[in-house]
């Protein structure tokens, strides 16, 4: 399985890195491969929580019993393990393959950071669409460029972090 996951990995960088020449004066081919792929997995996001939001919760109120969801964070809630593996599949095959952290300690780094941004899309969107009353899918928008600036910094220098040579 990891032999396809590089495989693929090295077929969409190569896809992505097609399109790199005309940035390669204003970023870093890993920075520009981050962009894409985060992007990527954004708008997957972003589509998969209209379809969640509209048709699967129908933005009803789900009852659990002990606490009633509202329907924008019932679909959030649907929506994060899926964005979280393809996310993380995307970063450690596409954009940051030359770090040498075990997988599982990328993958617990990787949970860690994508907790914190949890919480910012969890608070967010209360505010956005609970007090300010804006509509849910761009407030989901509006969260996920916050979330974008903390991840790009927190999975470099953190998740996917490269030792130091002498």
């Not at 992007?39 to 998969?48: E, M, Q, R």
Request: proline letters at 5%.
């Amino acid at each position: 399985m990891r032999k396809i996951l590089v495989l693929t990995g090295k077929f969409i960088g190569d896809i992505i890195d097609f399109f790199y020449p005309p940035f390669k004066r204003y970023f870093s081919r890993q920075f520009f491969r981050y962009g894409v792929s985060g992007a990527a997995n954004v708008v997957f996001d972003w589509a998969l929580y209209f379809v969640i939001y509209n048709y699967v919760v129908q933005k009803q109120f789900i009852p659990l019993g002990f606490v009633t969801v509202s329907p924008h964070i019932a679909a959030l809630l649907i929506t994060f393990p899926i964005t979280l593996f393809t996310g993380f599949l995307l970063q450690k095959y596409v954009t940051f393959t030359a770090s040498e952290l075990r997988g599982k300690d990328q993958l617990i780094r990787y949970m860690a950071v994508v907790g914190v941004n949890l919480l910012i899309n969890y608070f967010g969107l209360k505010l956005l669409v609970e007090v300010l009353h804006l509509y849910p899918t761009p407030s989901k928008m509006v969260v996920t460029l916050v979330c974008t600036i903390f991840s790009y910094f927190s999975q470099k220098k953190f998740t996917f972090k490269i030792k130091n040579t002498p």
